[in-house]
C-alpha cells in the first residue's frame, strides 16, 4: 500500500509542478479578418481592444458602456412636400453638417414631427436619409413602410 501511496503523491506533485509551469503572458488574439486589414486599421483596432477590454491579466470591468450613436442634432426649420413614402425637409443643425451618408436612419423626437412623417393610423415608419444638401440645408428622408 506504501508503493501505491509514493506513486499518488508523485502524480499529485508533478501535476501541481506542471500547473505553475505556465507563463502568465496569456493575451487576446486578433480574428482573421482583422489581420487581413491594412497594419495602420489593424494597430487602431488593436490599441482599441487594449483601451476597453484590458488583457487577460488586466481586464477592464464596465459599469456602463460608452456607447457613441454618432448623428447630428437639429431642427426642422420648414416641413415640405410629401410624396407617398419621400419627405423634403428644410432643417437646421447645432453644427456644420457637410456630409449625411444615404441610408443613415432618422429618428424623430418630437411627435408632431412624427405624425407629418406618416399617414393615420399607421404605425411609427422606419425613415432613412435619401439625400442632403448642404447649401440648401434640404434633407429628403424617405420609409420603407
Known amino acids: 500500500m506504501a508503493p501505491r501511496l509514493s506513486r499518488m503523491m508523485a502524480c499529485l506533485v508533478f501535476a501541481l509542478a ?4 505556465a507563463s502568465g503572458d496569456a493575451e487576446f488574439v486578433l480574428s482573421e479578418r482583422t489581420l487581413e486589414l491594412e497594419q495602420s486599421a489593424r494597430e487602431r483596432i488593436a490599441a482599441a481592444l487594449d483601451r476597453y477590454f484590458g488583457t ?8 456602463r ?15 415640405g412636400e410629401k410624396n407617398d413614402q419621400r419627405l423634403t425637409l428644410q432643417v437646421a443643425f447645432e453644427e456644420d ?11 424623430w423626437l418630437e ?22 444638401d448642404p ?11
Open 56 to 63: 487577460p491579466q488586466d481586464l477592464v470591468a464596465w459599469l
Open 97 to 107: 453638417v457637410e456630409d449625411i451618408e444615404p441610408g443613415a436612419p432618422l429618428l
Open 18 to 21: 506542471a500547473a505553475g509551469c
Open 135 to 145: 447649401v440648401a440645408l434640404e434633407l429628403v428622408v424617405e420609409t420603407d413602410a
Open 111 to 132: 411627435s408632431s414631427l412624427r405624425d407629418l412623417a406618416q399617414n393615420e393610423g399607421e404605425a411609427q415608419a422606419t425613415w432613412r436619409v435619401v439625400e442632403y
Open 65 to 79: 458602456l460608452p456607447v457613441e450613436y454618432g448623428g447630428h442634432a437639429g431642427a426642422v426649420v420648414a416641413p
